[in-house]
């Protein structure tokens, strides 16, 4: 008996989007593992921001094969029955609510899974209680969880988003720029929170900071012009003529 065949988490192939008649993303093929970590690099235009659009539903392709865990497909759901299925987005700029504690801010995410009516005056469960407790240990903000959002550093804002999305739980997480204004302590401690989330879910990380990219320490897919130019370590990555032509040499 053959052993079972677990499908690609998320699989794209041969996506292409026009915008006017123009290619923002051109026969885009890609796969990613459950619990892979990915980096997806690229210049400005190269179609980042569009493929992310087309794994949430948010742009329609005008053709090719988006699934997810094998028989989803994607390009077929709205946005919030792909957030249901377990594919999560964190945008470039946090957005907390800035006058809630952190803790407060977890808890309306994790409630906000269970349905919109619970508010934070609901009474919270015991089950809550100790999700939080774990969210709050992995995101390294417990000793500031009674602090208000908008009190935070620009990158513990950034680590409370992705523990808002956490909460969630997600299966893919798509986190763009999240190095983006980091101190460089900051970034480090960014690597090393998504290396720990990418053991148990698959994380797709849009980045410019190549000094991030290669703390991650994981595969890298250059995209250039609606395609991948490039795909592997990122040394290979980074030696690719082509790469260092229209991206990491100007
Ligand atoms: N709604 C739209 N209408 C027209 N053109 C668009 C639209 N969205 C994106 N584009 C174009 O598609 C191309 C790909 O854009 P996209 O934002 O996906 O690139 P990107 O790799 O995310 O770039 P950046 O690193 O600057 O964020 C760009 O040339 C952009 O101008």
């Not at 885009?28 to 980096?39: K, Y």
């Not at 964190?90 to 407060?104: A, I, L, N, R």
């Not at 899974?113 to 939080?132: A, D, H, N, V, W």
């Not at 774990?134 to 804002?157: C, D, F, M, P, W």
Request: glycine residues 6%.
């Amino acid at each position: 008996m053959s052993a079972p065949v677990t499908p690609t988490l998320l699989y794209l192939d041969d996506i292409t989007v026009s915008f006017d008649g123009f290619r923002a993303l051109n026969s885009l093929s890609l796969a990613i593992d459950h619990a892979e970590m990915r980096a997806i690099i690229g210049p400005n235009g190269a179609g980042k921001t569009t493929m992310m659009d087309v794994i949430t539903g948010k742009t329609r392709p005008d053709q090719g094969t988006a699934l997810f865990e094998g028989s989803h497909d994607l390009t077929v759901l709205d946005e919030a029955a792909i957030a249901e299925l377990g594919i999560g987005r964190k945008f470039q700029t946090p957005t907390v609510f800035e006058m809630h504690s952190v803790e407060d801010n977890l808890l309306l995410a994790i409630k906000d899974k269970r349905g919109p009516f619970l508010t934070l005056f609901s009474r919270r469960t015991t089950l809550e209680r100790e999700r939080i407790e774990v969210l709050l240990e992995r995101i390294r903000l417990t000793a500031h969880r009674y602090r208000k959002a908008g009190e935070l550093s620009h990158g513990q804002k950034q680590w409370l988003e992705i523990g808002m999305l956490l909460a969630q739980e997600p299966k893919l997480l798509l986190i763009d720029e999240p190095a983006a204004g980091m101190t460089d302590q900051e970034t480090a401690d960014t690597a090393e929170l998504l290396r720990d989330i990418a053991k148990t879910k698959a994380v797709v990380v849009v980045e410019h900071d190549m000094t991030f990219v290669r703390d991650l320490n994981v595969k890298v897919t250059c995209l250039h012009d609606g395609s991948v130019l490039a795909e592997g370590s990122l040394d290979a990555v980074s030696a690719n003529e082509r790469v260092v032509e229209v991206y990491l040499g100007r």
